[in-house]
């Protein structure tokens, strides 16, 4: 499994490295119109140029701040909704119907609504953020629960273990997979959400993040500013994704001895 995983990943790496290629010497012969598609060479320098004047590197955190935050609050929602999902069939019954109805919407076709009702700031962001985060997480962590075989509760039970025991020591290594496939797609339906607000509506906050970063140079028509907040959201993509996932599940799934191996 290691094997075909570094097999991938260095897939990737290659393709990665071709598509670059292919950027900078379709701008570099005049393939393309170099002012609508800049040389691959010039937008990562004018992003190390950007970075260093500090005020991009600030809006990136502010974004990453954000969504950190936004995560935070789905997941201690999303253990307490799970909590008495499990508890009760009625609660269960009525928060399927809610995430029925509402999983399908995108952030974008509810953030009017959002910034009525939470206003024009962070606080607005932290709700659409959990409304991408809620519903997928709740759904995973149930599958989860459900997976695991009533025998190991009964034997659990018949040894004396405590509910607590039997929730921390059995329920969570079993429900941990799911609540990162669960973290997985919220982390995209928030992150995307995020971006795509502030460059629609402009700054949230007193600072603003990448997608606002984004929408001012979009005004200026600055093509390869643009680019270099592009280029930023697919890095930090690609961050989030390839090592912060990967080396939670390497801490917990691998660890453990779970469905990650």
Known sequence: MNKLK??????????TILILCIWEFASRLGLVNDYILPPCS????QMFYELSRGKLFFQILNSLYVV???????????IMVTLCCVYSKVFESFFMTLCTLLNPLPGMAILPLIMMWFGVGNGAMLALIV???????????LTGFRTVPQVYREWALNIG????????????FSVMPY???????????????????????????????????????RAYANITNVLVGVLMIIIIGVIVEAFLFRLIEKCTVEKWGGAGN
């Not at 273990?161 to 969570?172: A, E, N, Q």
């Not at 669960?182 to 600072?207: D, N, T």
């Open 6 to 15: 570094e097999s991938k990943s260095r897939q990737t790496f290659l393709w």
């Open 42 to 45: 010039k937008v990562v320098s």
């Open 68 to 78: 950190l935050l936004g995560f935070i609050i789905s997941f201690i929602i999303a």
């Open 131 to 141: 409304h991408g985060v809620l519903w997928p997480l709740v759904t995973n962590l």
């Open 161 to 172: 273990m405590t509910p607590f025991r039997i929730f921390k020591d059995i329920y969570v």
């Open 179 to 217: 609540v990162i496939s669960g973290l997985r797609i919220g982390w995209g339906r928030a992150w995307r959400a995020l971006i795509s607000a502030e460059m629609v509506f402009g700054m949230i906050g007193s600072l603003g993040g990448v997608g606002y970063y984004i929408y001012v140079n």
